[in-house]
Nanobody, 120 residues
Framework: QVQLVESGGGLVQAGGSLRLSCAAS????????MAWYRQAPGKQRELVAQ???????NYADSAKGRFTISREYAKNTVDLQMNSLQPEDTAVYYC??????????????WGPGTQVTVSS
């Protein structure tokens, strides 16, 4: 059974950096993409960064130029390097793994989330 665990969250001052890591346990097959989402209080969950099985990346406009997503295939991990953090980045960050194990079937796995707080 697949489980995802995030780490690396914490408190940082504006302009600082954090590196989030997501470690997957169990067998994961047919990965379509891995991603980081975040949800701030009172706001809808949003996609921050995504990396596909082919290595292409996509970023939210607010993350472009500041955040970098990467995947280490051998370890089944996905990291998010966050630089120049702003108070608006404060949120719970969730790791997501999207799989397509068979035609017409799509499964999403989620971690429990890690808190990122950016002070002014």
């Amino acid at each position: 059974q697949v489980q995802l665990v995030e780490s690396g969250g914490g408190l940082v001052q504006a302009g600082g950096s954090l590196r989030l890591s997501c470690a997957a346990s169990g067998s994961i097959v047919s990965i379509n993409a891995m991603a980081w989402y975040r949800q701030a209080p009172g706001k809808q969950r949003e996609l921050v960064a995504q990396i596909t099985s082919l290595g292409s990346t996509n970023y939210a406009d607010s993350a472009k130029g500041r955040f970098t997503i990467s995947r280490e295939y051998a370890k089944n991990t996905v990291d998010l390097q966050m630089n120049s953090l702003q108070p608006e980045d404060t949120a719970v960050y969730y790791c997501n793994v999207n799989t397509k194990p068979r035609i017409g079937v799509r499964w999403d796995y989620w971690g429990p989330g890690t808190q990122v707080t950016v002070s002014s």
